[in-house]
T-cell receptor, first 115, second 115 residues
Framework: AQSVTQLDSQVPVFEEAPVELRCNYS??????LFWYVQYPNQGLQLLLK??????LVESINGFEAEFNKSQTSFHLRKPSVHISDTAEYFC?????????????FGSGTRLSIRP | NAGVMQNPRHLVRRRGQEARLRCSPM?????VYWYRQLPEEGLKFMVY????????ESGMPKERFSAEFPKEGPSILRIQQVVRGDSAAYFC?????????????FGAGSRLTVL
């Protein structure tokens, strides 16, 4: 069975500073990896995903994540954050080639941006 | 396309009552997933259903909780004899096929408060 660990429950940063949200996963089979974002009082929205190919994936709003198979990590980064990035971020994993696949989420990292 | 619709958005119940949460998936989506979100605990998988079938209920508590996704109508998560510990946000998500590489589309959630 797969699992996801997000070590940082909260990450406070100043506006325009860089940020990294850490994610490690565990699985006995190959996986797909995702980052979802949850703004206050809303459901989750996909931020970016890694399915195959280039290990570096990017979102439209400046976030990127790199799949590192040897370290079983999929850390999320942004070189300069904005107030509007304030949200909770969830790393998630699902198994390849499963006929009954589900997505397992980490416990989330709350990103708070200080002006 | 109205997206994933959940209702009610907020539900208050007294201990011992029943709670019914409804989820209408996106048009064309036949796979539904229910998650529970507790403060500081992230999103916990509960159950995965296709039309008229429960595919994976490994995250459902053994007692008091049940889910269905009938041929016609929304998916329903039912909690009998609610207790204070059931207070949480319950999110439904849908996808056109089994999760795998597919992105889940989430509803805005149903927030259950047990008095």
């Amino acid at each position: 069975a797969q699992s996801v660990t997000q070590l940082d429950s909260q990450v406070p940063v100043f506006e325009e500073a860089p940020v990294e949200l850490r994610c490690n996963y565990s699985s006995s089979v190959s996986v797909y990896l995702f980052w979802y974002v949850q703004y206050p009082n809303q459901g989750l929205q996909l931020l970016l995903k890694y399915l195959s190919g280039s290990t570096l994936v990017e979102s439209i709003n400046g976030f990127e994540a790199e799949f590192n198979k040897s370290q079983t990590s999929f850390h999320l980064r942004k070189p300069s954050v904005h107030i509007s990035d304030t949200a909770e971020y969830f790393c998630a994993v699902s198994e390849l080639d499963s006929s009954a696949s589900k997505i397992i989420f980490g416990s989330g990292t709350r990103l708070s941006i200080r002006p | 396309n109205a997206g994933v619709m959940q209702n009610p958005r907020h539900l208050v119940r007294r201990r011992g009552q029943e709670a019914r949460l409804r989820c209408s998936p996106m048009k064309g989506h036949s796979h539904v997933y229910w998650y529970r979100q507790l403060p500081e605990e992230g999103l916990k998988f509960m159950v995965y259903l296709q039309k008229e079938n429960i595919i994976d209920e490994s995250g459902m508590p053994k007692e008091r909780f049940s889910a269905e996704f009938p041929k016609e109508g929304p998916s329903i998560l039912r909690i009998q004899q609610v207790v204070r510990g059931d207070s949480a946000a319950y999110f439904c998500a849908s996808s056109p096929r089994t999760a795998g590489a597919n992105v889940l589309t989430f509803g805005a959630g149903s927030r259950l408060t047990v008095l």
